[in-house]
């Protein structure tokens, strides 16, 4: 089940990523005193009261004039619009009311979408009510008093965020089809390769980077089997564009992960895996979806016979977290492999899904164990007590020991590896927890 979206939207330097960096209780995003620095991570899984979303920084943008303030905030709280299933609204109540606030808050009302208010920077909730009240004005309805630096108020505000939330049970048994994301650079091709998987030119393509602005849902039918290719902007490298336009690429390519089963990311066979796009696959792998590299263009590439041996070799040194990943080289121009991308996702759907029984879990973990013994610190051995399958998509493990200090990464790694080689899980990563449970006498 996707997780809720929750986006953060006001003017510049009224503490946007200051509540994000409290509510995601990191320090995240780098924030100084002046306008528009948002420059790290814009996004964050939050928990509250058992809820588990989603949490997204628009970001504070300064611009050069009045036109261009208002012009990127609408863009800014359009993007949120589109994306979100609840948006937190903050306004800065040392500045009081502003025209600009007045202006996003009318156009927030209009999307129909569920708004919380959040009145940042009351330091002192009795001497400053009658200020916090001003923003009544906004026709936003309740304004609730906060200090995102000094985390006060944050707690009645995220109560009123998850009231909001969307009762999804009933649309994730109605469609149960399999959601591909398709992420990637611009001009990668996305959008051809969906065309060509489609029989359809449903999104429009050109040679001009970027030219896909919104991720778009495409219905497909193969074999009988119904799919949702959800098709994003690129992303961009923040030395070629201006860096709010990569933020919005950020929070759709956020979105469109979010929702999807398997994650397609997709590489320029002619240029060669990129920084970029190791950054761009860690969204994917931070959320456990199944993955599978797609290495396109791949007929533009001169080729000799250690070619495909090569790239291969270069995508798992850069993106050597997704060791798990499948990798296929087509070329969505051609239509050369496009069609086994198919059986690939149908492979990583069952993977992705895969429960195995604990017994035979045990099994596999005893011979494990038997093979190489587990770490000991000061005279004292881990011990594995079992391991058990809790939940899938992606495959989560928890392993019962003695003692948590025990379980060092390389050891709960090497058991991965043996499940893995046991099961195959191909395509999909694995998730571990450890919990440590009292010796019995």
Same mark, same amino acid.
């Given at each position: 089940?996707?997780?809720?979206?929750?986006?953060?939207?006001?003017?510049?330097?009224?503490?946007?990523?200051?509540?994000?960096?409290?509510?995601?209780?990191?320090?995240?995003?780098?924030?100084?005193?002046?306008?528009?620095?948002?420059?790290?991570?814009?996004?964050?899984?939050?928990?509250?009261?058992?809820?588990?979303?989603?949490?997204?920084?628009?970001?504070?943008?300064?611009?050069?004039?009045?036109?261009?303030?208002?012009?990127?905030?609408?863009?800014?709280?359009?993007?949120?619009?589109?994306?979100?299933?609840?948006?937190?609204?903050?306004?800065?109540?040392?500045?009081?009311?502003?025209?600009?606030?007045?202006?996003?808050?009318?156009?927030?009302?209009?999307?129909?979408?569920?708004?919380?208010?959040?009145?940042?920077?009351?330091?002192?909730?009795?001497?400053?009510?009658?200020?916090?009240?001003?923003?009544?004005?906004?026709?936003?309805?309740?304004?609730?008093?906060?200090?995102?630096?000094?985390?006060?108020?944050?707690?009645?505000?995220?109560?009123?965020?998850? %009231?909001?939330?969307?009762?999804?049970?009933?649309?994730?048994?109605?469609?149960?089809?399999? %959601?591909?994301?398709?992420?990637?650079?611009?001009?990668?091709?996305?959008?051809?390769?969906?065309?060509?998987?489609?029989?359809?030119?449903?999104?429009?393509?050109?040679?001009?980077?970027?030219?896909?602005?919104?991720?778009?849902?495409?219905?497909?039918?193969?074999?009988?089997?119904?799919?949702?290719?959800?098709?994003?902007?690129?992303?961009?490298? %923040?030395?070629?564009?201006?860096?709010?336009?990569?933020?919005?690429?950020?929070?759709?390519?956020?979105?469109?992960?979010?929702?999807?089963?398997?994650?397609?990311?997709?590489?320029?066979?002619?240029?060669?895996?990129?920084?970029?796009?190791?950054?761009?696959?860690?969204?994917?792998? /931070?959320?456990?979806?199944?993955?599978?590299?797609?290495?396109?263009?791949?007929?533009?590439?001169?080729?000799?016979?250690?070619?495909?041996?090569?790239?291969?070799?270069?995508?798992?040194?850069?993106?050597?977290?997704?060791?798990?990943?499948?990798?296929?080289?087509?070329?969505?121009?051609?239509?050369?492999?496009?069609?086994?991308?198919?059986?690939?996702?149908?492979?990583?759907?069952?993977?992705?899904?895969?429960?195995?029984?604990?017994?035979?879990?045990?099994?596999?973990?005893? /011979?494990?164990?038997?093979?190489?013994?587990?770490?000991?610190?000061?005279? %004292?051995?881990?011990?594995?007590?079992?391991?058990?399958?809790?939940?899938?998509?992606?495959?989560?493990?928890?392993?019962?020991?003695?003692?948590?200090?025990?379980?060092?990464?390389?050891?709960?790694?090497?058991? /991965?590896?043996?499940?893995?080689?046991?099961?195959?899980?191909?395509?999909?990563?694995?998730?571990?927890?450890?919990?440590?449970?009292?010796?019995?006498?």
């Amino acid at each position: 089940m996707s997780k809720p979206i929750v986006a953060i939207v006001g003017r510049p330097n009224v503490g946007k990523s200051t509540l994000f960096n409290a509510l995601a209780g990191s320090r995240i995003s780098i924030v100084q005193d002046t306008p528009g620095v948002t420059r790290d991570r814009i996004y964050a899984d939050v928990s509250w009261l058992n809820y588990n979303f989603t949490l997204i920084d628009t970001g504070g943008i300064e611009p050069d004039s009045g036109d261009v303030i208002l012009s990127q905030m609408r863009e800014q709280a359009q993007i949120a619009i589109d994306t979100a299933d609840v948006i937190i609204f903050i306004v800065d109540v040392r500045q009081g009311m502003q025209d600009a606030d007045a202006k996003v808050a009318d156009m927030l009302r209009r999307s129909h979408k569920p708004v919380v208010l959040a009145v940042n920077k009351v330091d002192n909730f009795e001497k400053m009510m009658m200020d916090v009240y001003e923003f009544y004005n906004l026709g936003m309805g309740e304004p609730f008093p906060v200090s995102a630096a000094s985390m006060l108020g944050t707690g009645d505000l995220l109560d009123e965020v998850i %009231k909001h939330f969307p009762d999804r049970t009933g649309n994730d048994e109605e469609d149960e089809r399999p %959601k591909i994301a398709v992420i990637g650079k611009p001009n990668v091709g996305k959008s051809s390769l969906v065309n060509r998987l489609t029989g359809d030119n449903r999104v429009i393509v050109s040679d001009i980077a970027g030219t896909t602005r919104d991720a778009i849902d495409t219905p497909v039918k193969y074999h009988g089997r119904e799919y949702v290719f959800i098709d994003t902007a690129g992303l961009r490298r %923040k030395n070629k564009i201006k860096e709010e336009i990569e933020r919005y690429s950020i929070i759709r390519a956020v979105t469109a992960v979010e929702r999807a089963d398997v994650v397609l990311l997709m590489i320029d066979g002619t240029e060669g895996v990129t920084e970029q796009d190791a950054k761009i696959a860690g969204i994917a792998h /931070e959320r456990g979806k199944g993955i599978i590299i797609v290495v396109n263009k791949w007929d533009a590439v001169e080729k000799d016979d250690k070619t495909i041996y090569r790239q291969t070799e270069k995508i798992r040194q850069i993106l050597s977290f997704l060791s798990y990943a499948e990798i296929m080289f087509i070329s969505a121009k051609t239509g050369q492999r496009v069609q086994n991308v198919y059986d690939m996702i149908d492979m990583v759907i069952e993977n992705n899904s895969m429960r195995i029984a604990t017994g035979v879990l045990n099994e596999i973990v005893a /011979e494990a164990v038997a093979m190489q013994q587990p770490p000991t610190d000061k005279g %004292k051995r881990l011990k594995i007590y079992y391991v058990t399958q809790v939940s899938v998509k992606p495959p989560t493990f928890v392993i019962f020991v003695n003692d948590k200090e025990l379980a060092h990464f390389s050891y709960v790694r090497y058991l /991965e590896n043996r499940i893995r080689d046991a099961f195959g899980f191909r395509g999909t990563s694995l998730k571990f927890i450890v919990r440590e449970r009292k010796e019995e006498q």
